[in-house]
Nanobody, 124 residues
Framework: QVQLVESGGGLVQAGGSLGLSCAASGRTFSSYAMGWFRQAPGKEREFVAGVNWSGGRKYYADSVKGRFTISRDNAKNTVYLQMNSLKPEDAAVYYC?????????????????WGQGTQVTVSS
């Protein structure tokens, strides 16, 4: 079992940057694909980015491609999301998730463990 704890959320102006971290418990972190999702009020939780177990393969939603970067450090049991050029529409609660699959999926159902979320607010 994996427990995930996100951190790094906060308030940022449009055009600014913010970095999120997700610390995982357990000794098998490197065997999980990891993903970031977000959920804005009144909207469905949506895929943002995913990374495979080694960090060598990364996937992004079209809406964040070129602005967000996902990475992981298996020695630190941590996955990161660097968010640049933030827009008001990026505001949401951001969740990290772990999947036993080899490749990170883009749907909620493909993930087995979830963090509690961290709020990102972008002012215009």
């Amino acid at each position: 079992q994996v427990q995930l704890v996100e951190s790094g959320g906060g308030l940022v102006q449009a055009g600014g940057s913010l970095g999120l971290s997700c610390a995982a418990s357990g000794r098998t972190f490197s065997s999980y694909a990891m993903g970031w999702f977000r959920q804005a009020p009144g909207k469905e939780r949506e895929f943002v980015a995913g990374v495979n177990w080694s960090g060598g393969r990364k996937y992004y939603a079209d809406s964040v491609k070129g602005r967000f970067t996902i990475s992981r450090d298996n020695a630190k049991n941590t996955v990161y999301l660097q968010m640049n050029s933030l827009k008001p529409e990026d505001a949401a609660v951001y969740y990290c998730a772990a999947s036993i699959a080899l490749v990170p999926g883009a749907t909620k159902a493909e993930y087995d463990y979830w963090g509690q979320g961290t709020q990102v607010t972008v002012s215009s």
